[in-house]
Nanobody
Framework: VQLQASGGGLVQAGGSLRLSCAAS????????MGWFRQAPGKERELVAS????????YYADSVKGRFTISRDNAKNTVYLQMNSLKPEDTAVYYC?????????????????WGQGTLVTVSS
């Protein structure tokens, strides 16, 4: 699966952004998807994951209640709606395809990665 992430940018604290990740190649709807982020000097971390159908999802504690992951299998796209953004959300955000169908928090299970989109939240 080839993944193309978009939607990043500069936003003030408290603002919102919606990231999109368009997929092509393998059958998108067969796989769980995840959004990760990596801040300068830090390890890449899982932000959210969604199962193949969109019914089940997982959120990191740091974004729970503020971010929402969703997918549109007809459009081969997964989204990350980010509200109430904080400066600590500043990072490069990556979408990735899991090797399975269910929500997965293990980074090693993700096979294909997008190129990343930068989100900068100013205070």
């Amino acid at each position: 699966v080839q993944l193309q992430a978009s939607g990043g940018g500069l936003v003030q604290a408290g603002g919102s952004l919606r990231l999109s990740c368009a997929a092509s190649g393998r059958t998108f709807s067969n796989y769980a998807m995840g959004w990760f982020r990596q801040a300068p000097g830090k390890e890449r971390e899982l932000v959210a994951s969604i199962n193949w159908s969109g019914i089940s999802s997982y959120y990191a504690d740091s974004v729970k209640g503020r971010f929402t992951i969703s997918r549109d299998n007809a459009k081969n796209t997964v989204y990350l709606q980010m509200n109430s953004l904080k400066p600590e959300d500043t990072a490069v955000y990556y979408c990735a395809r899991s090797g399975g169908t269910v929500v997965d928090t293990r980074i090693r299970q993700y096979r294909d990665w997008g190129q990343g989109t930068l989100v900068t939240v100013s205070s």
